[in-house]
């Protein structure tokens, strides 16, 4: 069975757990690159992550992004939104209908 997990600063991610999804808060990068991918091994379908993570986590990110799982959502942080999220959707369906639809 999939499973679905949110990562990112605590402060962001805490709240998920009540609606039953599995919260993975972490600290740093590196933290974030150790997580990811040991999600990634362990049958996680969906993973979202704050976009204050996914900046720091470009290049692993990067190696998900044409794999079937796990899908990589970004959500912004308590912070707010950095706009890569955002930007993230428009390439995706730039690459699915083969133009700029905006």
Known sequence: MYKIAVMGDADSVLGFQALGLEVCPVSSAEEGHLALHRMAKENYAIIYMTEQLAAKLG??????????????????????????????VKTAVERAVGADIS
């Open 59 to 88: 290049p692993d990110i990067a190696r998900y992004k044409d794999a079937l799982t796990p899908a990589i959502i970004l959500i912004p942080g308590k912070e707010g939104s950095l706009g890569i999220g955002m930007a993230n």
